[in-house]
T-cell receptor
Framework: KAGVTQTPRYLIKTRGQQVTLSCSPI?????VSWYQQTPGQGLQFLFE???????NKGNFPGRFSGRQFSNSRSEMNVSTLELGDSALYLC??????????FGEGSRLTVL | AQSVTQLDSQVPVFEEAPVELRCNYS??????LFWYVQYPNQGLQLLLK??????LVESINGFEAEFNKSQTSFHLRKPSVHISDTAEYFC????????????FGKGTLLTVNP
C-alpha cells in the first residue's frame, strides 16, 4: 500500500512569490491535514480537510490556504512568500481514527 | 487548548543503555497521546499511541510509554537502545473528537553513541 506522497520534495522561491504544494493521501483516507515544521516554532497545525471541506484551521495568516479534491488529494498554497515561510511542510492522512500517517514533506526555502 | 512539554531537548546515551524521554501535557479535556519519530530528512513515523484501555503501550521495536493521568505525563522508555534509534522524538496530543489536529512538543533529539 503506497504511503502519503508529497510533491515537490524541495523547492526554492523568492520573497513575494507564491507556491503550491501537493499531497496524495493513502488510498481510502479521506482526512488530510497539513503541518509546518520550523526550527524555532516546531510543528504547527495549518489546516485539515475531510471530504473536500475544511474542518479546522490553525493560527496562520490568510496567505496560507488549501483545498481538497474529490479524490482526497490536497494542495496547499502560500501567497506573497516571506522569509519566515521557509520550512518543512508535512502532510498527513488519516481514516479519522486518531492515527495520522505523514509524508516525507516538502522543504521550502524562501530567498 | 492543549500544550506539550518535552523536558529534554537533547539526550545522549551509549548503545545498550536504557533511556527515558519525558513528556508532560496540559489539557482541559480528555486527550489521545502519541509518540512520533523523525529520522533526518524524513517525515514523522508513529511510534506508539494511547487512545484508551491499558495505560502501558508498546511499540514493535522495543519502546514503551505509560500514560499517567494524575501526573499528566506520557514518558517514553526503552531498556536498551541501538545506534539506529538515533533520531528526533516528538510527543503529541489531540483532543478526543479532533483526531487530526495534533499539538506537538518541541522534540527530543536522541543520540546513541557506540
Amino acid at each position: 500500500k503506497a504511503g502519503v506522497t508529497q510533491t515537490p520534495r524541495y523547492l526554492i522561491k523568492t520573497r513575494g512569490q507564491q507556491v503550491t504544494l501537493s499531497c496524495s493521501p493513502i488510498s481510502g483516507h479521506r482526512s488530510v491535514s497539513w503541518y509546518q515544521q520550523t526550527p524555532g516554532q516546531g510543528l504547527q497545525f495549518l489546516f485539515e480537510y475531510f471530504s473536500e471541506t475544511q474542518r479546522n484551521k490553525g493560527n496562520f495568516p490568510g496567505r496560507f490556504s488549501g483545498r481538497q479534491f474529490s479524490n482526497s488529494r490536497s494542495e496547499m498554497n502560500v501567497s506573497t512568500l516571506e522569509l519566515g515561510d521557509s520550512a518543512l511542510y508535512l502532510c498527513a492522512s488519516s481514516l479519522d481514527d486518531g492515527e495520522l500517517f505523514f509524508g516525507e514533506g516538502s522543504r521550502l526555502t524562501v530567498l | 487548548a492543549q500544550s506539550v512539554t518535552q523536558l529534554d531537548s537533547q539526550v545522549p546515551v551509549f548503545e545498550e543503555a536504557p533511556v527515558e524521554l519525558r513528556c508532560n501535557y496540559s489539557s482541559s479535556v480528555s486527550v489521545y497521546l502519541f509518540w512520533y519519530v523523525q529520522y533526518p530528512n524524513q517525515g514523522l513515523q508513529l511510534l506508539l499511541k494511547y487512545l484508551s484501555g491499558s495505560t502501558l503501550v508498546e511499540s514493535i521495536n522495543g519502546f514503551e510509554a505509560e500514560f499517567n493521568k494524575s501526573q499528566t505525563s506520557f514518558h517514553l522508555r526503552k531498556p536498551s537502545v541501538h545506534i539506529s534509534d538515533t533520531a528526533e522524538y516528538f510527543c503529541a496530543v489531540s483532543e478526543i473528537g479532533s483526531n487530526y489536529k495534533l499539538t506537538f512538543g518541541k522534540g527530543t533529539l536522541l543520540t546513541v553513541n557506540p
